[in-house]
Protein backbone atom coordinates (compact mmCIF):
# COMPACT_ATOMS: atom_id res chain seq x y z
CA UNK A 1 0.00 0.00 0.00
CA UNK A 2 1.64 3.64 -1.17
CA UNK A 3 0.67 6.62 1.02
CA UNK A 4 1.82 9.25 -2.12
CA UNK A 5 -1.19 11.19 -2.49
CA UNK A 6 -0.92 14.68 -0.66
CA UNK A 7 -2.33 17.89 0.36
CA UNK A 8 0.66 20.30 1.10
CA UNK A 9 0.88 24.51 1.49
CA UNK A 10 2.91 27.49 0.62
CA UNK A 11 3.06 30.11 3.86
CA UNK A 12 1.82 29.54 6.65
CA UNK A 13 -2.08 28.20 7.60
CA UNK A 14 -4.05 25.58 5.43
CA UNK A 15 -6.55 26.92 3.54
CA UNK A 16 -8.60 23.64 3.71
CA UNK A 17 -9.79 21.20 6.23
CA UNK A 18 -12.02 18.41 6.69
CA UNK A 19 -11.99 15.35 4.28
CA UNK A 20 -8.56 14.87 1.89
CA UNK A 21 -7.26 11.72 0.28
CA UNK A 22 -4.30 12.72 -0.45
CA UNK A 23 -0.76 15.00 0.07
CA UNK A 24 -1.23 18.55 0.21
CA UNK A 25 1.38 21.34 0.15
CA UNK A 26 0.88 24.94 1.27
CA UNK A 27 2.82 27.93 -0.10
CA UNK A 28 3.09 32.07 0.40
CA UNK A 29 1.09 33.85 2.56
CA UNK A 30 3.95 34.37 5.70
CA UNK A 31 2.32 35.12 9.18
CA UNK A 32 0.68 38.36 8.05
CA UNK A 33 -1.65 37.02 5.38
CA UNK A 34 -4.60 35.89 7.19
CA UNK A 35 -5.98 32.21 5.57
CA UNK A 36 -9.19 31.20 3.91
CA UNK A 37 -12.02 30.13 5.37
CA UNK A 38 -12.05 26.48 6.31
CA UNK A 39 -12.76 24.20 3.06
CA UNK A 40 -12.84 20.96 2.45
CA UNK A 41 -11.20 18.96 -0.53
CA UNK A 42 -11.28 15.40 -1.91
CA UNK A 43 -8.41 14.23 -3.94
CA UNK A 44 -8.60 10.64 -5.10
CA UNK A 45 -6.44 8.69 -7.93
CA UNK A 46 -9.63 6.91 -9.15
CA UNK A 47 -7.47 4.76 -12.06
CA UNK A 48 -10.46 4.56 -14.19
CA UNK A 49 -13.99 5.89 -13.63
CA UNK A 50 -15.46 3.42 -16.45
CA UNK A 51 -17.54 1.25 -14.34
CA UNK A 52 -20.96 1.69 -12.44
CA UNK A 53 -19.13 0.21 -9.03
CA UNK A 54 -16.18 2.58 -8.72
CA UNK A 55 -18.83 5.47 -9.86
CA UNK A 56 -21.32 4.46 -6.81
CA UNK A 57 -17.98 4.91 -4.03
CA UNK A 58 -16.76 8.14 -5.57
CA UNK A 59 -20.73 8.91 -4.87
CA UNK A 60 -21.13 7.85 -1.64
CA UNK A 61 -17.49 9.75 0.07
CA UNK A 62 -18.90 12.89 -1.71
CA UNK A 63 -22.15 12.71 -0.12
CA UNK A 64 -20.76 11.92 3.29
CA UNK A 65 -18.18 14.25 2.96
CA UNK A 66 -19.69 16.98 0.90
CA UNK A 67 -16.29 18.52 0.02
CA UNK A 68 -15.55 22.05 -1.92
CA UNK A 69 -13.66 20.18 -3.94
CA UNK A 70 -13.38 17.62 -5.54
CA UNK A 71 -9.88 16.67 -7.71
CA UNK A 72 -9.65 13.17 -10.00
CA UNK A 73 -7.27 11.64 -10.90
CA UNK A 74 -6.42 9.00 -14.06
CA UNK A 75 -10.22 9.49 -15.06
CA UNK A 76 -9.44 7.52 -17.69
CA UNK A 77 -12.59 9.51 -19.43
CA UNK A 78 -13.16 11.63 -22.66
CA UNK A 79 -14.87 14.62 -21.63
CA UNK A 80 -18.74 13.57 -22.84
CA UNK A 81 -18.25 10.73 -20.42
CA UNK A 82 -17.10 13.24 -17.82
CA UNK A 83 -20.62 14.91 -17.56
CA UNK A 84 -23.08 12.27 -16.37
CA UNK A 85 -20.66 11.77 -14.06
CA UNK A 86 -20.49 15.46 -12.67
CA UNK A 87 -23.92 15.71 -12.39
CA UNK A 88 -24.23 12.61 -10.38
CA UNK A 89 -21.96 14.32 -7.97
CA UNK A 90 -23.97 17.33 -7.96
CA UNK A 91 -20.53 19.67 -9.39
CA UNK A 92 -21.44 20.75 -12.38
CA UNK A 93 -18.85 23.42 -12.70
CA UNK A 94 -15.52 22.46 -13.26
CA UNK A 95 -12.76 21.99 -14.96
CA UNK A 96 -11.91 18.66 -17.46
CA UNK A 97 -9.01 17.52 -18.77
CA UNK A 98 -10.03 14.44 -20.59
CA UNK A 99 -7.85 11.27 -20.96
CA UNK A 100 -5.75 10.82 -24.18
CA UNK A 101 -7.10 6.90 -25.27
CA UNK A 102 -7.52 4.92 -22.57
CA UNK A 103 -4.71 6.97 -20.54
CA UNK A 104 -4.83 9.21 -17.54
CA UNK A 105 -7.57 12.25 -17.51
CA UNK A 106 -8.11 14.94 -14.17
CA UNK A 107 -11.00 17.04 -13.19
CA UNK A 108 -11.78 19.69 -10.78
CA UNK A 109 -14.77 20.20 -9.28
CA UNK A 110 -16.19 22.83 -7.40
CA UNK A 111 -19.51 23.81 -5.34
CA UNK A 112 -21.43 26.33 -8.03
CA UNK A 113 -21.67 28.98 -5.19
CA UNK A 114 -17.81 29.18 -5.38
CA UNK A 115 -15.40 31.70 -7.40
CA UNK A 116 -12.84 29.79 -9.36
CA UNK A 117 -10.78 31.05 -12.18
CA UNK A 118 -8.98 28.48 -13.83
CA UNK A 119 -5.15 29.55 -14.56
CA UNK A 120 -3.52 26.62 -16.43
CA UNK A 121 -3.95 23.27 -16.94
CA UNK A 122 -2.39 20.37 -18.46
CA UNK A 123 -2.08 16.24 -17.91
CA UNK A 124 -0.51 16.85 -15.23
CA UNK A 125 -2.09 19.59 -13.22
CA UNK A 126 -5.12 22.34 -13.18
CA UNK A 127 -4.38 25.53 -11.87
CA UNK A 128 -6.80 28.16 -10.06
CA UNK A 129 -7.54 30.98 -8.28
CA UNK A 130 -10.29 30.94 -5.87
CA UNK A 131 -12.24 34.18 -5.05
CA UNK A 132 -13.47 33.99 -1.61
CA UNK A 133 -16.07 36.74 0.94
CA UNK A 134 -16.99 40.11 0.20
CA UNK A 135 -13.33 41.32 1.08
CA UNK A 136 -11.80 40.05 -2.09
CA UNK A 137 -9.58 37.33 -0.78
CA UNK A 138 -8.08 35.29 -2.69
CA UNK A 139 -5.79 31.75 -2.45
CA UNK A 140 -4.61 29.21 -5.35
CA UNK A 141 -5.57 25.49 -5.81
CA UNK A 142 -3.61 23.43 -7.90
CA UNK A 143 -4.75 19.82 -8.43
CA UNK A 144 -0.98 18.07 -8.99
CA UNK A 145 -0.34 14.63 -10.64
CA UNK A 146 3.21 13.64 -10.94
CA UNK A 147 4.29 11.22 -13.29
CA UNK A 148 4.30 7.70 -12.92
CA UNK A 149 7.30 7.07 -14.57
CA UNK A 150 10.44 7.48 -12.53
CA UNK A 151 12.53 8.67 -15.38
CA UNK A 152 9.84 11.19 -16.52
CA UNK A 153 9.73 12.73 -12.97
CA UNK A 154 12.09 15.41 -13.08
CA UNK A 155 9.34 16.64 -15.69
CA UNK A 156 6.88 17.14 -12.97
CA UNK A 157 9.27 18.72 -10.51
CA UNK A 158 10.04 21.36 -13.14
CA UNK A 159 6.50 21.92 -13.16
CA UNK A 160 6.09 22.10 -9.87
CA UNK A 161 8.92 24.61 -9.62
CA UNK A 162 7.27 26.69 -12.51
CA UNK A 163 4.03 26.95 -10.59
CA UNK A 164 5.54 27.87 -7.22
CA UNK A 165 6.85 31.06 -9.25
CA UNK A 166 3.85 32.32 -10.47
CA UNK A 167 2.26 34.59 -7.86
CA UNK A 168 2.44 34.88 -4.12
CA UNK A 169 -0.73 33.66 -3.02
CA UNK A 170 -1.36 31.73 -0.14
CA UNK A 171 -0.99 28.26 -2.16
CA UNK A 172 -2.51 24.63 -1.68
CA UNK A 173 -1.41 22.19 -3.45
CA UNK A 174 -3.10 18.81 -3.40
CA UNK A 175 -3.15 15.52 -5.38
CA UNK A 176 -0.63 12.29 -6.21
CA UNK A 177 2.94 13.18 -6.78
CA UNK A 178 3.65 9.72 -6.79
CA UNK A 179 6.63 9.79 -4.62
CA UNK A 180 7.49 9.71 -0.80
CA UNK A 181 8.82 12.18 1.14
CA UNK A 182 10.23 9.35 3.57
CA UNK A 183 10.26 5.86 3.92
CA UNK A 184 7.31 5.65 6.38
CA UNK A 185 4.80 6.86 3.84
CA UNK A 186 4.70 3.24 2.23
CA UNK A 187 3.46 0.21 3.53
CA UNK A 188 5.27 -3.25 2.11
CA UNK A 189 6.62 -3.44 -1.54
CA UNK A 190 10.09 -2.77 -2.58
CA UNK A 191 11.64 -0.04 -0.85
CA UNK A 192 12.01 3.39 -2.37
CA UNK A 193 15.39 4.76 -3.84
CA UNK A 194 16.56 7.28 -1.47
CA UNK A 195 17.73 9.54 -4.06
CA UNK A 196 14.38 9.73 -5.07
CA UNK A 197 12.97 10.53 -2.00
CA UNK A 198 15.38 13.25 -1.20
CA UNK A 199 14.74 14.83 -5.35
CA UNK A 200 11.15 15.13 -4.09
CA UNK A 201 12.11 16.79 -1.24
CA UNK A 202 14.32 19.10 -2.59
CA UNK A 203 11.45 20.43 -4.69
CA UNK A 204 9.09 21.09 -1.76
CA UNK A 205 11.56 23.10 0.44
CA UNK A 206 12.37 24.84 -3.09
CA UNK A 207 8.72 25.96 -3.59
CA UNK A 208 8.87 26.86 -0.38
CA UNK A 209 6.07 23.61 0.52
CA UNK A 210 5.50 21.97 3.53
CA UNK A 211 3.32 18.74 4.10
CA UNK A 212 -0.17 19.45 5.67
CA UNK A 213 -0.85 15.04 5.96
CA UNK A 214 -3.79 13.64 5.04
CA UNK A 215 -6.86 11.17 6.22
CA UNK A 216 -7.81 8.51 3.93
Known sequence: KRKENK????????????STHGKALVINGGCSAPPPSS????????????????????EKIVSSKDPNFIFLMK?????????????????????V???????EGLALLWKKEL??????????????IIGQGED???????????????????ESWLLL?????LNSLPWVCLGDFNELMNGGEKEGGKARLVKQMENFCEVIN????????YTG
Not at 143 to 154: A, D, I, L, Q, V
Open 7 to 18: KMEKGGRSGSNG
Open 39 to 58: MSTLAWNYRGLGNRRTIHAL
Open 75 to 95: TKLVLSKMVGIKEGLNRTQGM
Open 97 to 103: VPSKGRS
Open 115 to 128: KVDVQSYSDSHIDA
Open 136 to 154: GLQWRLTGFYGNPETSKRE
Open 161 to 165: KWLSS
Open 206 to 213: ACNLRDLG
